[in-house]
């Protein structure tokens, strides 16, 4: 099965909010975990990644926070717009498997 | 230029035929994969491949057999078509270790 698995199939936020995606991992030995976001009809896309080093990484209106303390990250994005609206998911690097993602939606 | 193209996008067969979809990527990966996306978004990988060798071939039924030509191709054959075959199959591209490149997806309808 997965290595890595978000906590919720569903997210619904107001335009505007923050927007919190939290992900567990089970294989201490991930290199690093990459965010992808897939829009209706599309495949899946890059967003962000954060190598096992790392606690932290941001980038445009996001955010990524390793813990690995309790093998956790989750993802975070600023003022959420309409055009957040996807299915996300988490991957280790060393399996690629990405099962059941979250869908945010966000309200007008 | 289109990185990683798979065709056609749409595919509409009855229950028993056999049909391919085809995969290129133009960025030079190593690596490539496919994934079968059910209607709930569940996204499930099927086989990676490094270099022409298949590397992950995870739990599917034989009559799905990927074939790689080249590492710049993977293609994706089914025999005996069923309906529960019916979904959206991606192919992706990588370098070893890095994050994946996907395909515009196939939507497969059995009936």
């Known amino acids: 099965g997965e290595s890595v698995g978000l906590h919720l199939p569903t997210l619904s936020v107001q335009e505007g909010d923050n927007s919190i995606i939290n992900c567990a991992y089970s294989n201490s030995a991930s290199d690093y975990f990459i965010w992808y976001k897939q829009e209706s009809g599309k495949g899946p896309q890059f967003i962000i990644d954060?190598?096992?080093?790392?606690d932290k990484r941001q980038g445009q209106r996001v955010t990524v926070l390793l813990n690995k303390t309790v093998k956790h990250l989750s993802l975070q994005i600023a003022a959420t717009q309409p055009g957040d609206s996807a299915v996300y998911f988490c991957v280790s690097n060393n399996d690629m498997r990405f099962g059941a993602g979250t869908r945010l939606t966000v309200k007008p | 230029d289109t990185a990683v193209s798979q065709t056609p996008k749409y595919l509409v067969t009855q229950m028993g035929n056999d049909k391919s979809i085809k995969c290129e990527q133009n960025?030079?990966?190593?690596?490539m994969y496919w994934y079968k996306q059910d209607s709930k978004k569940f996204l499930k990988i099927m086989f990676s491949?490094?270099?022409?060798?298949?590397?992950i071939n995870e739990t599917v039924p034989n009559r799905f057999s990927p074939k790689s030509p080249d590492k710049a191709h993977l293609n994706l054959h089914i025999n005996s078509l069923e309906l529960g075959d019916s979904a959206v199959y991606f192919c992706a591209s990588s370098q070893v270790g890095g994050e994946a490149f996907f395909g515009q997806g196939t939507r497969l309808t059995v009936v």
């Open positions: 954060i190598r096992s080093n790392m």
């Open positions: 491949y490094n270099n022409k060798e298949l590397i």
């Open positions: 960025l030079g990966h190593d690596t």
